[in-house]
Nanobody, 127 residues
Framework: EVQLAESGGGLVQPGGSLRLSCTVS????????MGWFRQAPGKEREGVAV???????VYADSVKGRFIISQDESKRTLYLQMNNLAPEDTAIYYC?????????????????????WGQGTQVTVSS
């Protein structure tokens, strides 16, 4: 069974940067997409960025130009570089893998009921 483990979260000041990592315990080639999602207190889980194997990345409007998703297939690791962080980016960030109909569909319609999800890592942006 695929297992995902996030790391790299923490406390950062507004305007700062963090890089999240997600290590996958099993070959994910059977899953066509990997992505990052987040859930803030009192809010629903939302898509942040997804990337299709061999394809382009798709980002939520709120993080375009600030976040970069990438993957190192040789290390079975997914990354999320987060720059110019703001307090509204505070959330638990989850890594996930699935084979959705399309990356854009998964970004906006993903649910933990389907696919594979990590346990999450806390990101707090505060002065």
């Amino acid at each position: 069974e695929v297992q995902l483990a996030e790391s790299g979260g923490g406390l950062v000041q507004p305007g700062g940067s963090l890089r999240l990592s997600c290590t996958v315990s099993k070959d994910t080639y059977s899953q066509t997409c990997m992505g990052w999602f987040r859930q803030a207190p009192g809010k629903e889980r939302e898509g942040v960025a997804v990337i299709e194997l061999g394809g382009e990345a798709v980002y939520a409007d709120s993080v375009k130009g600030r976040f970069i998703i990438s993957q190192d297939e040789s290390k079975r690791t997914l990354y999320l570089q987060m720059n110019n962080l703001a307090p509204e980016d505070t959330a638990i960030y989850y890594c996930a893998a699935d084979s959705p109909p399309a990356p854009e569909f998964w970004l906006y319609r993903a649910t933990p009921k389907y696919g594979y999800w990590g346990q999450g890592t806390q990101v707090t942006v505060s002065s």
